[in-house]
């Protein structure tokens, strides 16, 4: 990609949007173009269209979603839906329109069907019911991916779209509401460590288990992929992981350690546990060039560092 050219960044102020941008500007990239939620309503038709006439990006790394853990996605699934459905329209729209030389789409690995085989290939897509608590979510990425699949079908367009297992990291969101699995036990076990709580409580069996890939690892794939490759050379879509999962029981006991914690872990089994399975094969990234380097320990210690470090703690 040309470095003297523009770089739209959607969702720039989220977790990858923070670890990305430093990167972009370390490789000489320096007309970013950033603009906050106030700044650009991804969901308004109208202001979408008038920012890309006007400012007339040549690249486009779309990041921006509404985003929760299952709490809120079984609370919200309507919002999830026609918000994310919104932005991605928008965006893919005006960038086809306003003849974006390269797109960037990432998307996430709950657009596999619920009992997917193990791990999940990129064929496996739309073989299956979909998870129920994710469901809306899940449906939006789906038809983000299959758009961009189609704009290049039929319009020539150079849109690439990778998928990542579950992303944590350095700027994750700490709220319980859209937290993650992994900022939402680091926090829980923060703040029974500063309440002295006997113990801690886990949604699920702890039976379910799941595949995290570092922040930093996206990073890397994203600038891959956009550098090396054109959406004609590629697959519809690539996994993006690092190819082994781990149980939630056992991720919250490394967590446990991690952060210092002494009291007990309780499960709930009462609560959903999810999907008891997410893996992706990774192989087709492997053979394009692409594998992860961060090792799950170092990248939860290092997100737990961060956390302490700009989480205000009374």
């Known amino acids: 990609m040309d470095k003297n050219k523009k770089i739209l960044v959607t969702g720039a102020g989220g977790m990858v949007g923070q670890n990305l941008l430093p990167k972009l500007k370390k490789k000489g990239y320096r007309k970013i173009l950033s603009p906050s939620s106030k700044d650009l309503d991804l969901r308004d038709q109208a202001r979408v269209r008038s920012y890309f006439k006007k400012n007339e990006p040549a690249y486009v790394i779309h990041l921006a979603a509404k985003v929760g853990g299952i709490l809120a996605n079984t609370k919200y699934p309507a919002d999830f839906l026609y918000e994310n459905l919104l932005i991605a329209l928008n965006v893919l729209e005006n960038s086809k329109v306003h003849r974006v030389e390269k797109l960037l789409n990432l998307g996430s690995s709950c657009i596999y069907p619920a009992h997917c085989r193990q791990p999940m290939r990129e064929e496996d897509l739309l073989t299956g019911k979909l998870e129920p608590t994710n469901e809306g979510y899940a449906l939006s990425k789906i038809c983000a991916l299959k758009l961009c699949e189609y704009e290049n079908k039929q319009h020539g367009t150079n849109f690439i779209n990778l998928m990542p297992s579950n992303i944590y990291g350095p700027g994750d969101h700490f709220e319980p509401l859209h937290s ?135």
């Open 180 to 314: 993650h699995v992994v900022s939402a036990l680091i926090l829980k076990f923060h703040e029974a460590i500063k309440n002295k709580k006997p113990f801690v409580e886990v949604w699920g069996t702890g039976a379910a288990r799941r595949e995290f890939v570092f922040v930093g690892d996206v990073v890397d794939a994203m600038l891959y992929f956009l550098d090396k490759y054109e959406s004609k050379d590629l697959p519809p879509f690539i996994n993006i992981g690092p190819g082994s999962d781990i149980t939630i029981k056992n991720l919250a006991f490394l967590l446990k350690r991690i952060t210092g914690y002494k009291g007990k872990i309780l499960f709930d089994p009462t609560k959903p546990n999810g999907m008891m399975k997410k893996c992706l094969d990774v192989s087709l990234a492997g053979k394009l060039g692409w594998t992860a380097k961060t090792e799950l320990s170092n990248g939860l210690t290092k997100t737990y560092q961060w956390f302490l470090k700009n989480r205000k703690i009374e």
